[in-house]
């Protein structure tokens, strides 16, 4: 347990917490600004009796991220304060804006929006839920353009050993940005509209008895879900195709690796469907293949190879040396986990789609057949976990598949970590870490299992007592 991978871990570990909740809580308030938006259209009660339901499931996951966030932030002046001195400049004001400007917007209107409820128009109150989700929105864009910057550096000028800011357009028009941004608010979009499907299944399958309302409600959720379903995966699948395009030429190792090509191919190139790769003898063992679909997936025809592993190695320890700052330096990345976690996020991708396309013709008009069968139910209900898995995966191969930089091609995992770090208050803090962070996961799975006891009748019911007995709820906010 050296500090590197102690603090790789740390960040690791923290990030991935703080991602379950952060795509989550971006899909869940789009979802239901959707749902009030039909209800201010329709008119229809149902609808805002479900997004006021609903809601409370956004309120916890915000919370929770909210949380999550803050102390995986303190890592960079405790464990990559190198990495912070270089970067500094640069990291500094996309965060600046994404605090100052989106999580400013994200609150306030967070509070207007929970507390104007029959107070303000309806169309006032559908624009407040309408800038929460440009609040979680911007503030995506903002962190992805730190991140793309990372990924593919622009706008910057070397000075005194650090990176500083040349051009912020430069960084804000970064062609990383928009495929980074594009693809992780469809994955979250995705996430939102497949968890509320999902957990109005488990709803349907409680052994209890609801009113036909509830049963309603419950089911106009499902098919909301699953349109979403349907129109966010697509856009996930088709975002992330235009992303390995740019792969291919920016980041070609990452593209390879997620592929396990280690000896570059002919043409047509056979696509590994699933193998084990070695890295002391370069070969994948067990694959199994499929001819020329290798090119089709990379460049839409059925012809060109792709570079492999070896031959990126030698021409980026020949553009950038052996060594750096003293480290000697491999620039192969994690194949395996970047190859498993590609089939998850695209296994799951894949799946996410074809339940939606099932599930509307089984919801068709005048057909209730997927809310007859419990077994269905049960897909359903189980489809609610797939997208933190394929969140999780994406994310592996963003952030693995820049190894062995914190910076592309400027500044080393080596570089970053904190000289002042000892091994010991590392493994203190991993520890610390991952107590609070299961704690606070523990937490909010029981408040969610918990809430959802109630039903969306008899919570509206609860909500309108409160508000005629408590003098405090009566007041103009």
């Known amino acids: 347990m050296d500090i590197v991978s102690l603090a790789r871990f740390q960040f690791a570990m923290t990030t991935i ?19 009030e938006t039909i209800y201010v259209r329709t008119k229809d009660e149902s609808y805002k009796k479900m997004t006021k339901f609903w809601a409370n499931i956004f309120l916890l996951s915000f919370a929770v991220g909210v949380v999550t966030g803050l102390i995986q932030e303190f890592q960079f002046g405790m464990n990559w304060s190198d990495y912070s001195r270089f970067m500094g400049d640069i990291f500094g004001a996309p965060l600046a804006f994404e605090a100052l400007l989106s ?39 903002w962190i992805l353009t730190a991140n793309s910057f990372m990924q593919h550096p622009v706008g910057f000028t070397i000075r005194n050993g650090r990176a500083e800011m040349a051009d912020f357009g430069a960084l804000l028009t970064n062609p990383q940005v928009p495929l980074e941004w594009g693809h992780v608010i469809a994955g979250a979009l995705l996430t939102g509209a497949t968890a509320f499907a999902g957990m109005a299944a488990f709803q349907l399958l409680k052994k209890r008895s609801i009113t036909d309302e509830d049963k309603k409600i419950y089911q106009k959720t499902m098919r909301v879900g699953l349109w979403m379903m349907l129109i966010f995966s697509l856009s996930s699948i088709a975002i992330g195709d235009v992303q390995m395009q740019y792969l291919i030429k920016e980041q070609p190792m990452k593209f390879a690796a997620t592929e396990a090509v280690y000896k570059t191919t002919k043409s047509p190139a056979p696509w590994t469907v699933v193998g084990i790769a070695d890295s002391k003898t370069h070969e994948v063992k067990g694959k199994v293949e499929i001819p020329v679909m290798l090119s089709v997936l990379s460049y839409h025809k059925t012809t060109g190879s792709v570079k492999g592993m070896e031959e990126i190695n030698a021409q980026l320890e020949k553009k950038y040396g052996t ?56 897909v359903m209900g189980l489809m609610t976990f797939t997208p933190f898995l394929a969140n999780t995966a994406g994310w592996l191969i963003t952030e693995l598949g820049r190894v062995p930089w914190t910076v592309y091609g400027l500044f080393t995992i080596q570089q970053s970590v904190s000289p002042s770090v000892s091994v010991a208050s590392l493994l203190t803090s991993n520890i610390v870490y991952f107590i609070v962070f299961t704690g606070l996961a523990i937490v909010f799975l029981y408040l969610v299992v918990r809430f959802l006891r109630n039903d969306p009748v008899s919570f509206d019911n609860a909500q309108a007592d409160k508000k005629a007995t408590d003098p405090f709820a009566k007041g103009a906010f």
């Not at 507390?115 to 995506?140: E, N």
């Not at 799946?351 to 269905?376: A, D, I, N």
């Open 103 to 141: 999580f400013f917007i994200e609150s306030t209107f967070i509070g207007l929006w929970m507390f104007t409820w029959d107070r303000v128009k309806k169309g006032l109150h559908l624009f407040f839920a309408w800038m929460i989700v440009f609040g979680t929105m911007t503030s995506a864009l």
């Open 323 to 378: 060594k750096i700052a003293g480290h000697k330096m491999s620039y192969y990345v994690p194949v395996n986990t970047l190859f498993w976690s590609f089939r998850v996020m695209a296994g799951f991708g894949a799946l996410m789609f074809l339940v939606s396309v099932v599930g509307l013709f089984l919801t068709r008009k005048g057909k209730q057949t997927l809310y007859e069968k419990r077994w269905m139910l049960w």
């Open 17 to 35: 917490y703080h991602f379950f909740f952060v795509p989550f809580s971006i899909g869940t308030a789009f979802v239901v600004a959707t749902m």
